[in-house]
């Protein structure tokens, strides 16, 4: 009697985690960012490789497709590379300023009691030189 093997597939329990496959295995943003980064690195390398020699040629390579290949493989908390860039930048550029001070309430108190012995001092002496007018 055969022992028969079965199969099985392993389903994620959030389906959102589940990416659409484009082309050998890489997602469409994968390929297109792949696609980037030859286009500049490529280029770069036969350049420098042709003027400097191969280390300058591959270092420009890397230099000239890392960071496109980078933008495409890059994804954390659900945010790909340019989206947590664009809030790094809006974070950087807002004014770094507290948003929440308490304040000590007997310090309040003391003030709204200078402030009132101040009115009253005033009111007195207003009220004394309207005296001495008449």
Known sequence: ?????????????DLSLIRQKFMFGLTKRQVICFGIGAAIGFPAFYIFNSLLGLQAGCFALGIGAGPAIFCGLYKKNGMHLEVVAKLMVAFFRKPKERTYQSENTFEILERQIEYNSLKRMLDESNAEANKRRR
């Not at 009697?1 to 329990?13: C, D, L």
């Open 1 to 13: 009697m055969a022992k028969h093997e079965q199969h099985f597939v392993k389903i994620p329990k």
